[in-house]
């Protein structure tokens, strides 16, 4: 079951976009079924899931964070996660570039971006973000590498509402990249889609799109 839907996802991806399985609350067996199947890049949402996930399952998975995160728990995925895709303060990406620089590590991160119309979700607005790049203070972090951004669509059945929105980030995206960091070949992560909303995402230029229960079925939460 596992494979075959992970099969059929990845069989819809265009070159240049990357599958995020995102497989938080469920259990290692079902991770085991996709990296069988091939599948070695993973989201989960929650510190202490992914470390003991982390810690049990073979050591060339890639981990993606993609939950919020609480400056009290970097330190514990510090030491082995790929990417964070939802960095939405400059506080948090301070944080991560001091427990960054104890380990001797550089770690790859997204900014977040708030794109949706529901207030829950986290992320920073686009203004909020261009008053940040423009400080050049993130300059000085050398333990932290900004390779992208993150978002979240609003949770609707109004497609061109979440077009829409995709796209804006999109262009933001563009913006950025043009105005910081044109000349940082690592600069090219755009993460957006989920499962109900990955194929607007791609369309609307997603790198990396984050797919949970199209794949490992509906979580029990
Ligand atoms: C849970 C989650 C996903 C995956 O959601 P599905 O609808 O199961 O595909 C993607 N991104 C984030 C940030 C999530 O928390």
Known sequence: MIAENLKQVLSE???????????K????????????????????????????????????????????????KIKYIVPYVALIHGVDSYKLLVEINRQAAKMGRTVNCLL????????????????????????????????????????MATNTDNTEQIKAEFCSL???????????????????????????DYHEAIDAGSTLIRVGSRIFGERNY
């Open 13 to 23: 991806l265009p070159e240049g976009v990357r599958l995020v399985a995102v497989s």
């Open 25 to 72: 609350f469920h259990p290692n067996e079902a991770i085991e079924e996709a990296y069988r199947a091939g599948q070695r890049v993973f989201g989960e949402s929650k510190v202490q899931e992914m470390t003991a996930k982390y810690e049990s399952l073979p050591k060339d998975i890639e981990w993606h964070f993609i939950g919020h995160l609480q400056t009290n």
């Open 112 to 151: 977040q971006l708030h794109i949706a119309r529901e207030e829950t979700k986290f992320g920073f607005s686009f203004e909020e973000c261009r008053e940040m790049l423009a400080s050049g203070e993130w300059k000085d972090l050398a333990h932290v590498r900004i390779c992208g951004l993150m978002g």
């Open 170 to 196: 999109d262009s933001f995206f563009q913006e950025v990249k043009s105005s910081w960091f044109a000349h940082e070949e690592s600069f090219r992560e755009l993460s957006m889609g989920m499962s109900h």
